[in-house]
């Protein structure tokens, strides 16, 4: 009951940002009643899966200060979980998702442990390394469909089907995405005031001296990492109905183990609202820029300069991400 | 009240004579949108400029009359049995992400309402595209993914125009069963055992994955030994490790299925290492590229390519000629396999909406089915166009076929491809073995 008063709770957050809050989660909840597009809808999803995986990153990248590149490995265990079931055995989603986020967080334990007697730069380079030998071993695993990997038929299941989540319209998806999105909320606002929370935040001021206080510094991160995992694995289960269609090189490629931590550095690590700013500004900048000035315009590779300009701005203007902008502002302004 | 009743009859009557002296055309259909989705950007970004060169050019020929050009879509203007519709195409970009690439079908076909789709050269984006066609009941052509578990899914709404990489192995083997029978132009039988070991790399995604498990079954078959067999990111910066591995293997054949950037990088790397098999071979894609020619240039003689075109077929295809002819004023370059197998798909879709007479998907499907375009009016050397409707291939051309094709300089200097295999339309004599770098 005391946990789920404190994730409920806002109450430390000025009201402004409360009130911002509020109007965006009912904007959200509001967005498919009035007229979009479906190219809008699927931003809209993407955004919402980008967010949940930067909340994730965020619990050990942004709280616990460990760079992790290495998100794609889980984002695929749920995938191929949720896949594996369904197309060999049958078995719904819902029982699916829990199953693969807990193979995710033993991964996470086998890996994490090892891997957390590292630091900074050596911690960075062994999840990626770690990822790369996951997709390798799933390149060449043939239960998993190897490197052509798998497919959710499109002409087996009868959409709308709840229990196994395959449908046709988009708006299904995005509900079941925003449900989680909610849910990822209120647990990452229980998590940072936890005491595993507290802990994390001190191992990231400074280690030796969380350590001097009695904390158990490698046993803290290895079980953030499992959060963190659960997270990006939840999320990757639902991109397998989503898509329908998963394979190595595009589930589990360092381009989506940047992508994720990218996301939440850019909108401010350590912080709530970041990784969901992040997610906010980047997925439809990428999106509609390729629209707008995309193939169609006929000025292929213009919109991928402009985003990667974007990038590059924000991160020499503040390191510290566009909630770290805001912050700044919020400072001067009081004094 | 009368004059009310007077004016309201007047005005109806000028609404019915309105409606009857407007030309019928105005009812129908003005212009037929097909959703075009290739790789625009990313490393097979000059295979997208490819695709989409053929792609609009028989959008061209299709949208006006070119009498000269023995095909029926350059004969009339735009689509004759629609009342003269205008094709009009909307390109996007999959980056070869299969995720962007079913975002951008559902976008295609909800936002911009397009009749049909064709796409989208990566198998594995092709996989994506296609299941978003089948759920939302809109027909989809692809010209130039090869991979055969594409037709082997029951999908209602997807034909494939192009022959798929069983055949195209098979044709390898044919090949080199041939150079052990003495049935190669200018070479005279060779042993089996100088031939014998084999090595494949092929990058990882559904296409490369398919034609290295492909290449393993045909080795068995033809017996041959495969010494060395794997996979590699297409996206790789570095690929000396793999080719060190294929040196010691001492394969005296080497296969490979790759795309533009890692098929120059591949042979860079075997030039730097020394590498010298027998026999070279790539699985089209990025050994057919322009870029594969232009950046690799003379190293590259003796090196053979599968594929569904090349300009020497113009001396045996009038219209293959012309529509080449038109494509290099175009582009500057010749038509390769990637161009002229967009080409015939942007042709098939004419001639598919022709038949249907219609934009309704189910009329599309039903003509589709029936379809039959004759060889003569092709530009790849197939004997025609007609879509399998039963059995475990649904919606497969049946009536494709592939070439081989070798990289030998000529008398001119310049480096172009020789056909070598089918042997009865071989334009030179093969180079054998391969001189080395």
């Known amino acids: ?335 | 009240m009368r004059s009310i009743f007077r004016f309201s009859m007047l005005v109806f009557g000028l609404l019915a004579m309105a409606g009857l002296l407007a030309p019928t055309g105005a009812l129908g259909v003005k212009e037929v949108k097909i959703g075009v989705i290739y790789p625009l950007t990313g490393g097979a970004a000059a295979a997208g400029r490819e695709l989409r060169a053929g792609v609009e050019l028989a959008t061209k020929i299709a949208n006006g009359v070119m009498a000269d050009l023995p095909m029926t879509m350059a004969q009339n203007s735009g689509i004759k049995n629609l009342g003269g519709a205008k094709i009009k195409l909307i390109f996007k970009d999959h980056e070869g992400n299969p995720t962007l690439g079913a975002d951008l079908a559902k976008k295609l076909i909800l936002d911009d309402k397009v009749d049909g789709i064709l796409g989208c050269y990566f198998s594995s984006v092709t996989k994506t595209v296609s299941a978003v066609c089948e759920q939302y009941n809109v027909p989809m052509i692809n010209a130039s993914s090869t991979s055969p578990a594409l037709t082997k899914r029951g999908l209602k709404w997807f034909w494939r125009t192009t022959p798929h990489d069983k055949w195209f192995t098979k044709d390898l083997f044919e090949l080199l069963k041939g150079l052990t029978e003495g049935k190669v132009q200018g070479v005279k039988a060779v042993p089996k055992k100088e031939i014998k070991n084999l090595a494949s790399a092929c990058e990882k995604t559904e296409w490369g994955s398919h034609v290295s498990g492909l290449i393993k079954e045909f080795a068995k078959e033809y017996g041959f030994k495969l010494r060395k067999s794997f996979l590699y990111a297409a996206k790789s910066a570095d690929l000396s490790s793999e080719v060190r591995s294929l040196k010691a293997s001492r394969a005296d054949v080497m296969l490979f299925a790759s795309y533009t950037s890692d098929a120059i990088l591949m042979v860079k790397t075997l030039k730097a290492q020394k590498a010298h098999p027998k026999v070279i071979w790539g699985q089209d894609a990025g050994f057919e590229k322009p870029e594969f020619r232009s950046t690799l240039g003379d190293s590259i003689s003796g090196i053979l390519t599968r594929t569904v075109f090349l300009p020497k077929v113009v001396e045996i295809k009038k219209l293959a000629g012309q529509v080449n002819a038109l494509y290099k004023k175009k582009t500057g370059n010749d038509l390769g396999g990637a161009s002229a197998r967009a080409f015939t798909g942007l042709q098939t879709w004419v001639a598919v909406l022709e038949k249907a007479g219609s934009t309704k998907p189910a009329d599309i499907q039903a003509a589709a089915n029936a379809i039959y375009i004759p060889g003569k009016e092709l530009v790849v050397p197939w004997k025609g166009i007609k879509f399998s409707t039963s059995g475990d291939e649904l919606g497969q051309n049946i009536l494709g076929s592939g070439l081989i094709g070798q990289y030998q300089k000529g008398k001119d200097g310049k480096i172009s491809l020789e056909i070598v295999y089918p042997f009865d339309v071989s334009s030179a004599d093969m180079i054998f073995p391969f001189a080395g770098f």
């Open chain 1, 1 to 335: 009951m005391e946990t789920i008063r404190n994730a409920l709770d806002f109450s430390d957050f000025p009201r402004l940002d409360l009130t911002v809050a509020g109007a965006v989660s009912i904007a959200f909840v509001v967005f498919p009643l009035f007229p979009h597009s479906a190219f809008a809808m699927a931003t809209m999803i993407q955004f919402l899966m980008f967010s949940l995986y930067g909340m994730g990153w965020n619990t050990i990248g942004g709280y616990g200060g460990q760079v992790d590149l290495g998100k794609a490995q889980y984002v695929g265990i749920g995938a191929y979980t949720t896949a594996v079931m369904l197309i060999r055995w049958d078995v719904p989603f819902w029982v699916s998702m829990p199953i693969g986020m807990c193979l995710a967080v033993g991964w996470s334990f086998i890996i994490g442990y090892p891997l957390f007697r590292l630091k900074g730069h050596y911690f960075a380079i062994a999840t990626i390394a770690s990822t790369l030998v996951l997709k390798d071993i799933f390149e060449v695993w043939g239960f998993v469909g190897a490197a052509r990997g798998l497919e959710i038929s499109p002409i087996k299941y009868n959409p709308p089907d709840f229990l196994r989540l395959i449908f046709r319209d988009d708006i299904y998806y995005f509900y079941t995405i925003l449900g989680f999105f909610f849910l990822g909320i209120f647990y990452i606002n229980w998590f940072r005031k936890s005491r595993l929370g507290f802990q994390l935040r001190s191992i990231k001021d400074n280690e030796d001296v969380a350590r001097s206080l009695g904390i158990n510094v490698h046993w803290a991160k290895v079980k953030t990492y499992a959060i963190a995992t659960a997270f990006v694995s939840m999320v990757g289960s639902f991109h397998a109905c989503y898509i329908k269609s998963i394979e190595p090189e595009d589930t589990m490629s360092l381009d989506i183990s940047i992508l994720i931590a990218l996301m939440a550095m850019l909108g401010g690590a350590g912080s709530l609202w970041g990784p969901i700013i992040g997610a906010g500004i980047l997925i439809p900048l990428k999106s509609y820029l390729k629209e707008w000035l995309g193939a169609q315009a006929g000025l292929v590779g213009i919109d991928l300069i402009i985003y990667a300009g974007i990038i590059m701005l924000i991160s020499a203007f503040e390191p510290r991400g566009i909630w770290g902008i805001v912050e700044k502002i919020r400072r001067r302004t009081r004094s």
